[in-house]
């Protein structure tokens, strides 16, 4: 799609058309969204401490949970691997240590509000499902992810995840039949 490469030469969804303003990549999409059509700043405070703390739970997501991911299981998912490297393995598992860390005593991942870092980081966690991955070793996590789904659910969590989770448990799982 020529006209697409146009606008967006990553090639990457999702990427955004506001009025002519062409921006993508989730995290930043979802930033700037929500600062200039939410009615409040709830989901991404202008506070600057409370805003960092939501920008730096979305830069662990991205550069640690969400990559390392990417690493393991989407080789395997996308029949470009017959095997899973278990060194990308223990990665997943630090990064997901981690994130219980950051979640010990907090409701949501920047503290005790739903913010636009919890819709990254439950997603992160939805996907990684799909893989077989057990988040119940975290505790933390675990439960987060349950009150993530609640909350989220009146803007169709489990609708709008359906399709994908859908898709990468069945390429994930054809790939690891086909490897075995």
Same mark, same amino acid.
């Given at each position: &799609? ?9 090639? +990457?969804?999702?990427?955004?058309? #506001? ?16 600062? $200039?059509?939410?009615?409040? #700043? ?12 939501? #920008?730096?739970? &979305?830069? %662990? ?14 080789? +395997? ?14 990665? +997943? /598992? $630090? ?12 409701? %949501?991942?920047?503290?005790? !509000? ?17 893989? #077989? %991955? ?20 009146? %803007? ?13 448990? /069945?390429?994930?799982?054809? !790939?690891?039949? /086909?490897?075995?």
């Amino acid at each position: &799609m020529p006209e697409f490469l146009q606008i967006n030469p990553q090639h +990457v969804i999702p990427t955004i058309n #506001d009025n002519g303003f062409i921006l993508c990549e989730s995290r930043p999409i979802m930033a700037y969204l929500v600062s $200039k059509y939410a009615r409040n #700043d709830s989901f991404y405070p202008k506070e600057p401490k409370e805003r960092a703390v939501v #920008d730096q739970m &979305m830069y %662990f997501d991205a550069g640690s949970l969400y990559s390392n991911l990417v690493k393991y299981y989407f080789p +395997v998912a996308r029949g470009l691997a017959n095997s899973i490297n278990e060194a990308d393995l223990a990665r +997943v /598992e $630090k990064s997901f240590k981690v994130l219980n860390a950051f979640l010990d005593g907090k409701e %949501f991942a920047a503290g005790d !509000n739903m913010t636009i870092a919890d819709f990254t980081i439950s997603t992160t966690i939805c996907v990684i499902l799909c893989f #077989d %991955f057990d988040i119940s070793r975290y505790d933390n996590v675990a439960a987060y992810y349950d009150r993530c789904k609640e909350s989220l659910e009146r %803007f169709g969590f489990e609708e709008v995840h359906a399709m994908g989770v859908k898709a990468f448990t /069945e390429m994930y799982h054809a !790939n690891l039949q /086909e490897s075995s």
